[in-house]
């Protein structure tokens, strides 16, 4: 458990094209927090000499296997919150770090996505594989997921880091409630208010209104990013 004055770990996965996207969910986070976070985005570039995959045709954001380092980040102490980009926050992330359960290595939204697609935002392959988005936010155990060192990250499959085959076993893999991990656009449009037994992490996993191509991508929901993103900027200014 977090005492208190110790803030919340928080790792967002972050991609130059994203960048609007990073700082909207940053300030969403903010926002509902009742307590301090210490936000980090996991940028490829400030690992040079870390993490020394080469890109994989593949591999659609520059965070698709950083996020697997953020144990060694934390020097496998403690729990820390792994998040996507391309989410926006609408209840207190103090409400998700309050589920985390020492039975547990990691623990996420189990969701059973299937794309039909073939392509998704700017054109990026849209792979599928078992556990698909179950790593694009994660309660990690840290001190329990060892085996996720540098050269494991560098080296493993993809499919073995996204599958968690870095695991003993799916036994290792607690639950979250759907609500901390909407997919948009795949999932049903959320019929509770935002928040209030709603979704409480909306993900534009296929291509978020960020992008030109994308704007209109969720109908209203891309409104309600728009929205967060018009807030944000006023209170910046």
């Known amino acids: 458990m977090t005492h208190a004055g110790v803030p919340i770990p928080v790792f967002i996965g972050y991609d130059a094209r994203e960048r609007a ?8 986070l903010y926002q509902h927090s009742s307590i301090p976070l210490a936000i980090t985005p996991i940028v490829t570039s400030q690992l040079s ?10 591999q659609s954001t520059d965070f698709s296997f950083t996020r697997f380092l953020v144990p060694w980040l ?7 919150i792994f998040m996507d980009c391309d989410m926006l926050c609408y209840d207190d992330i103090a409400k998700l770090w309050a589920l985390r359960d020492d039975h547990y290595a990691v623990m996420c939204v189990k969701h059973d996505h299937v794309p039909h697609e073939t392509v998704k935002f700017l054109g990026e392959v849209q792979s599928a594989y078992p556990m698909k988005n179950w790593s694009s936010m994660m309660l990690l155990n840290t001190n ?10 560098n080296t493993a499959t993809g499919l ?3 599958r968690f085959h870095w695991l003993e076993g799916d036994h290792e893999i607690g639950a979250l409630p759907d609500r901390w991990n909407h997919l948009v656009d795949v999932q049903p449009p959320p019929q509770a208010p935002f928040g209030h037994g709603g979704p409480a992490l909306l993900h534009w996993t296929l291509g978020g209104p960020w992008f030109r191509e994308h704007r209109r991508m969720g109908g209203p929901l891309a409104a309600e990013w728009f929205g967060a993103r018009d807030e944000a900027m006023q209170l910046w200014g």
């Open 49 to 58: 000499g870390v993490f020394r995959r080469e890109r994989h045709p593949k």
């Open 160 to 162: 073995d880091l996204h």
């Open 74 to 80: 934390m020097g496998f102490q403690g729990w820390a």
């Open 144 to 153: 329990r997921c060892s085996s996720l060192t540098p050269d494991y990250v």
């Open 21 to 28: 996207a990073t700082n909207v969910l940053i300030d969403s």
